[in-house]
């Protein structure tokens, strides 16, 4: 990806309130209809859930129902495509994750710019990922050091992923490497809640998971987290399951960190966008959507236009030294 793709986030500039009063006539009657969030990915899985748990707070202030149209495929591409392809006129939206990012660096794709095409209006938070085993892996496995002593005896190691060229496969890629893991093979997903059935009936040995789709099973013991990607201990794993840094003997790759949040093509008016981003700010803060989010495993980061504008610009740069430096290129194939 070309480096001038990775500057500036011009078109996605968003007005501020007081301009928002002064043009009053560029929103006309908007909302006077449902509104309609396109998730890229499969109904149960993290980037739904999280739609879905903030749909119900942002419908009500926006006065319109909010539908939730789930367009797998391509790792996000196929959803991101969706909402661009949809009229500018601020009934389509689009809810996602990281992967609408780096899935286009990782597969060598341009099919749209992530700067140029997207408005952000807001960030919901973040999560931390979990290397997750299942019923694959002998109980008795319990600890990310014993996994490895009982992996490396086994002729091949099948992972699973839900998104080629996404976090999940990126860290399982730096997993595979820096454990030195013999005959790895990356088992690709249009989503993470089919990856979890697969995990569940023993497909593979596992994968990095988030704990908003994984949560019940692992509460039931029916997956078993062993180790966190990300900066910090995942909350209700905390007081079990260490990071890779803890673990010592892993790199800094483990911590990267990706974002979801509501974005919108870049040509809907800019008086639309802004009362967007109002009404999902709005949305966002409150304390029994804090509250779910934490229950969620998910942190409450809420980043304005501007602020989650940065973070997006942040993971593109990282992602493409990433790709260059694990050459995630060929894995995502």
């Given at each position: ?9 011009t078109?996605?500039?968003?007005a ?18 449902p509104?309609r969030?396109v ?14 748990m903030i749909?119900?707070?942002?419908q ?18 196929v959803g ?5 392809q ?13 992967a ?8 060598r ?12 209006i ?9 290397f ?13 050091n014993?996994?490895l ?20 496969h ?16 990356h ?8 990856m ?13 998971h ?9 509460r039931?013991?029916?997956?078993r987290?062993?180790a ?10 905390a ?12 790199s ?19 008086p639309i966008?802004?009362r ?11 304390p029994?959507v ?6 969620m ?37």
């Amino acid at each position: 990806m070309q480096r001038r793709h990775l500057l500036g986030l011009t078109a996605g500039a968003i007005a501020t309130p007081a301009l928002v009063r002064a043009q009053g006539s560029g929103i006309g009657t908007w909302p006077d209809r449902p509104v309609r969030w396109v998730v890229p990915f499969p109904a149960g899985g993290g980037t739904d859930t999280w739609a879905r748990m903030i749909q119900g707070p942002v419908q009500e202030l926006l006065g319109q129902p909010i539908v939730i149209e789930n367009r797998a495929g391509g790792g996000g591409i196929v959803g991101a495509q969706a909402a661009l392809q949809a009229p500018a006129d601020g009934y389509t939206w689009f809810y996602t994750i990281e992967a609408f990012v780096t899935v286009p660096i990782t597969q060598r794709i341009n099919p749209y710019d992530a700067i140029r095409d997207f408005a952000p209006i807001g960030r919901l938070g973040h999560t931390s990922l979990s290397f997750t085993v299942g019923p694959a892996v002998p109980a008795s496995v319990t600890t990310f050091n014993q996994y490895l002593d009982w992996a490396r005896r086994q002729p091949s190691q099948p992972i699973g992923n839900w998104s080629a060229g996404g976090s999940g496969h990126a860290m399982s890629v730096v997993m595979e490497r820096e454990t030195k893991l013999p005959e790895v093979k990356h088992v690709a997903y249009r989503g993470e809640a089919p990856m979890m059935q697969d995990n569940l009936a023993g497909v593979f040995h596992g994968g990095f998971h988030a704990m908003v789709v994984v949560g019940e099973t692992v509460r039931a013991g029916r997956l078993r987290p062993l180790a966190t990607a990300g900066v910090d201990r995942v909350p209700s794993l905390a007081d079990r399951v260490p990071t890779f840094a803890e673990l010592g003997g892993y790199s800094e790759r483990f911590n990267f960190r990706g974002f979801t949040g509501l974005m919108g093509n870049a040509r809907i008016p800019a008086p639309i966008q802004e009362r967007m981003a109002d009404i999902f700010r709005r949305g966002t803060q409150t304390p029994e959507v804090h509250a779910k989010l934490r229950a969620m495993d998910t942190v409450p980061s809420y980043e304005d236009p501007p602020t989650f504008a940065q973070s997006i610009r942040r993971v593109q740069l990282q992602w493409a030294e990433l790709t260059e430096e694990l050459d995630l290129y060929q894995s995502a194939g």
